[in-house]
């Protein structure tokens, strides 16, 4: 079954730290992929997405990802974290040739930031 | 810039109430989006529109209804509440369901008692 996998529920780091969030997809070709941002009680804020291309995508915020076919993987990357970065991280995915819209996304890995 | 606007954003019903939730898009965006995010899980989707019609239908209870106006807004109609259907539902708007993204509302918290 088609799927998406963030292995990580719960990551803390210290603010300046680099950061590495992990994503797996199973899709019988390469879907689609997006990372989005949620903080408490928010809506979801795109972070950067994936189509075809460069395999190393960069988004808002200082967030860079890199897509791995081998590896049927899109890790989250940020090199120095700052508080404001917590928040809840979804990765989410959609077959290729169908409508962005329809997203399934992964559980999601909650960021915490330590002074 | 103006991003999807949700209302209410905040509602309690009993159970086996109706509620109503709104969803006004971008300006010029002609498909709009519908997904529920349980306590601690990730968002679902519900079902989506394109130019007021029905494009695509993910995981939406039979109590559940949905259409999208010739303003482009959508209403997301849920009866029989249960106190499951208590959730944050989010809308999302793009132009054209091709090959746009697409932006999500803040959401409508709703709890069902």
């Known amino acids: 079954a088609q799927s998406v996998t963030q292995p990580d529920i719960h990551i803390t780091v210290s603010e300046g730290a680099s950061l590495e969030l992990r994503c797996n997809y199973s899709?019988?070709?390469?879907?689609?992929l997006f990372w989005y941002v949620q903080s408490p009680g928010q809506g979801l804020q795109l972070l950067l997405k994936y189509f075809s291309g460069d395999t190393l995508v960069q988004g808002i915020k200082g967030f860079e990802a890199e897509f791995k076919r081998s590896q049927s993987s899109f890790n989250l990357r940020k090199p120095s974290v700052h508080w404001s970065d917590a928040a809840e991280y979804f990765c989410a995915v959609v077959p290729g040739g169908t409508s962005y819209g329809k997203l399934t996304f992964g559980q999601g890995t909650i960021l915490t930031v330590h002074p | 810039a103006a991003g999807v606007i949700q209302s209410p954003r905040h509602l309690i019903k009993e159970k086996r109430e109706t509620a109503t939730l709104k969803c006004y898009p971008i300006?010029?965006?002609?498909?709009v989006y519908w997904y529920q995010q349980g306590p601690g899980q990730d968002p679902q989707f519900l079902i989506s529109?394109?130019?007021?019609?029905?494009?695509d239908k993910g995981s939406i209870p039979d109590r559940f209804s949905a259409q999208q106006f010739s303003d482009y807004h959508s209403e997301l109609n849920m009866s029989s509440l249960e106190l499951g259907d208590s959730a944050l539902y989010f809308c999302?708007?793009?132009?054209?369901?091709?090959?746009?993204?697409?932006?999500f509302g803040e959401g409508s918290w709703l709890t069902v008692v």
């Open positions: 899709y019988g070709a390469t879907p689609y």
């Open positions: 999302a708007s793009s132009l054209d369901r091709g090959g746009n993204t697409i932006y």
């Open positions: 300006p010029r965006h002609d498909t």
């Open positions: 529109f394109y130019e007021k019609m029905q494009s």
